[in-house]
């Protein structure tokens, strides 16, 4: 299994489509997060978690002549600020508001910095309670008898290789919770239903497509500017790593996929963590899922249970490469997805 470090570091290299755009220049580089200018309007963040947590996964800003449009909330408001400076930078049009393409920490906590300067926030109408229930619900709340838990699960670990699986997971959680009692947390304040979307925003000489599709969250909505190929992703793709599927219904999410699939090849993909990248990442996400079905069809058949069937997953020679963040948060839950929906068929 590839290293946390290892998973933190994926995609950090000088990314390959820099070569492809002649226009691409770093406008800033904040250690954390370097931000490119993609094309005319466009404006791309990097997130760098080994040198900060500021923003942890990626974002951005499309700029029109009459309005703004920012993507992601990132992990602490120093990320949401760093978006807020870039569409300062670019324009002095207003900035219509920000995107939330999911609920998830890394994704939203950043948000109390478009509250303080009255920006708007943006979100699928699930993600404000999501919000609620896993985080606000928990701040400020004695957390021992969870982390207790996830401890016990440790413990109940049936060999080396399976106790370090479980310490990654328990790490992480402990994490979350440490960030939930330190973060304003703060919900979107314009929420769209399934009824509301797509949603076109007219941002002037660039238009800006937010679209529902299912599968990390079953809340998450991306973020599309046509008029210059790029799609914003949020964490529906992630690049060349096992995706994180807490929340996931993997069967949805490898429709959604399929959908990337299909899209014009000129369009450029921003993943929710990594690099800029195009179809032949898409594909490769494809067949990872299609691996995990694979494999989780086989130990339905041999009467595994669903913990079993994610002790006996092996990666796979072609994705031996890809970053694992922590086994039972991928590969576990994704696991879980597919029991409880192959074992209705």
Known sequence: MISRREF????????????????TAVLLDRGFARVY?????LYVTIADS????????????????SATLIVEGHFQPQGAELEIEVARMASKAPIRAAVNTHYHFDHTFGNAAYANQGIAIIAHDRTVSLMKEKYASLKNVDKRPLVAAEEQKVARAVDATD???RESDLALFKEMMDAIDTTTITVPT??????????????????????????????????????????????????????????ADMIAWRRTLDRFAHYDRRMRFVPGHGQVCG??????????????HGHAEKMIRMGATVD???????????????????????????????YATLKKS
Request: proline share 5%.
């Open 8 to 23: 933190l570091l994926a995609g950090l290299a000088s990314p390959a489509w820099m070569s492809q755009k002649n226009d």
């Open 37 to 41: 200018r993609f094309a005319d309007g």
């Open 50 to 65: 080994e040198k900060g947590s500021q923003c942890l996964s990626n974002g951005g800003v499309i700029v029109g002549r």
């Open 163 to 165: 106790k370090a699986h």
């Open 190 to 247: 314009e929420t769209l239903s399934p009824f509301d979307l797509p949603r076109r925003i007219d941002l002037g000489s660039l238009t800006a497509v937010i679209e529902y599709l299912p599968g990390h969250t079953g809340a998450d909505l991306i973020v599309t500017c046509p008029d210059r190929d790029i799609v914003f992703t949020g964490d529906l793709l992630f690049y060349r790593s096992y995706p994180v599927s807490i929340d």
């Open 279 to 292: 179809l032949e990442v898409v594909r490769d996400q494809c067949d990872l899922f299609d691996d995990l």
């Open 308 to 338: 079993e069937a994610a002790r006996r997953y092996v990666q796979p020679k072609r994705f031996q490469a890809f970053g694992i963040y922590a086994w039972g948060w991928s590969v576990g839950a994704a696991m879980q997805s597919y």
